[in-house]
Each structure stands twice: as C-alpha cells, then as structure tokens.
C-alpha cells in the first residue's frame, strides 16, 4: 500500500522525471527509493536525534537502539554530562581498561566492541540506571521525518536517473548535497574532500 505522507514527493518526482501516470516507477518503487534518499539525508545532517536510557549490563556492553548511528552526549543519572571516552584514550591509563571495576560511570566507549555497542567505564553491577545517551538516528521508515524535504526529493531524482545511467544523476546529487549543507554547513560532494570536525570528549 502506498505511503501517504510521499504522496508530495511522488508527483514531484514523476513530473521531473516526466511519468506523471506511474508507467515507469510505481508507488512501491518510488517509496523504496524516498526512505533511502531519507536515510541517506540522516546520516550526511545529523538532524534525527534520539535518546534512551542505559541500564548497567551484566559484563559492561550493551547494544544501541537499532535507529543508532553515533553518539552525541552522555547525561549520567546526576544529570552531569559523562565523557564519551576513546578506547585509545583509556588504553594509555588503563592497558586492560575492560577489567575496571567501580561503583559509578565515568563515561562510555562507543569504538571499541564494534558498531551499535555501548560499553560503560568503569563496569559496575548490573542492573544500575546510569544515565540516558542522546545519538543522532535513522528515520523511521515510511515517515517523512524532516522539514527539509527538498534533499529528498534531490535524491530520489539522483536514484531514478543513476538507475537508468542518466547524465543528470550527478546534478541531482550535488543538489542533495548542497540542500543538506545549509543545515550543516559542511563541504560534501562528489568531488570533495570532506572538511566534516570530529572530536572526542575527555
């Protein structure tokens, strides 16, 4: 069944794309496409954000929502903020940083078990709520979740004209590009370096 909140998008697509009757693309196709141009669009912004709150595991690591993409803050249950620690950070003071043991949360590593897994430092017992972590996420699938439905309308275009080798595909996607650029004033293209600024909190 095709999804309602698209329906905008759809007939902008089509009437670039000259299918105004579905003849090429039908609702389905169309909405495959419109969830990854959104995906796309969240993971480049960084405007989805969600949260939840971390209860203590049984040996220190637990798994992230499946929405997760990478962390933005810690707040601990004293309503400070917690570092997000480096695996590499700790290593220099503790060598075997995962045998660390305590009674309260120092910070948390997110780039050490793999992507999507929360390990707590130091580990304490299991079953503590220790604070809630603030991440920037996916959308949920089939819902527009941005205002910015510009850069996903610029996507979709990049799809359907890539999928058919079309010489306009990169146009669209460096429209994408700059559409998602106002928002994060970053330079992202196809034929640039990324300038995105990274950090750790210590």
């Known amino acids: 069944m095709p999804v309602s909140s698209f329906q905008e998008i759809r007939d902008k697509v089509r009437r670039a794309i000259r299918d105004t009757n ?4 039908d609702d389905s196709g169309l909405d495959r496409i419109i969830n990854e141009a959104q995906r796309e669009y969240s993971i480049l912004s960084g405007s989805l954000v969600g949260s939840y709150d971390i209860e203590s595991p049984e040996g220190g690591v ?13 707040i601990g ?19 075997d940083f995962r045998a660390i043991t305590g009674t309260e949360i120092d ?17 304490i017992p299991a079953g503590v709520q220790v604070g809630r972590l ?19 309308e610029m996507h979709s275009l990049f799809q359907v004209f890539l999928l058919s080798d079309h010489r306009s595909a990169e146009s669209y996607f460096n429209r994408f ?26």
Do not use: C, M
């Not at 579905?22 to 693309?25: E, H, M, N, R, Y």
């Not at 603030?134 to 996903?152: D, G, M, Q």
């Open 62 to 74: 637990s798994d992230a929502p499946g929405d997760f993409i990478e962390p933005i803050k810690f």
């Open 107 to 123: 910070g948390i590593i997110t780039d050490f078990d793999g992507y999507g897994k929360i390990r707590l430092f130091p580990i």
């Open 22 to 25: 579905g003849l090429l693309w």
């Open 134 to 152: 603030y991440y920037k996420r996916l959308p949920v699938l089939n819902v527009i979740e941005t205002t910015n439905t510009e850069a996903i």
């Open 177 to 202: 590009i700059e559409s998602v650029n106002k928002e994060s004033s970053v330079q992202r293209g196809l034929k640039t370096n990324s300038h995105i600024r990274r950090g750790r909190f210590f």
């Open 77 to 95: 249950s004293d309503n400070f903020e917690k570092p997000l620690y480096s695996w590499k950070y700790l290593h220099v003071r503790y060598p």
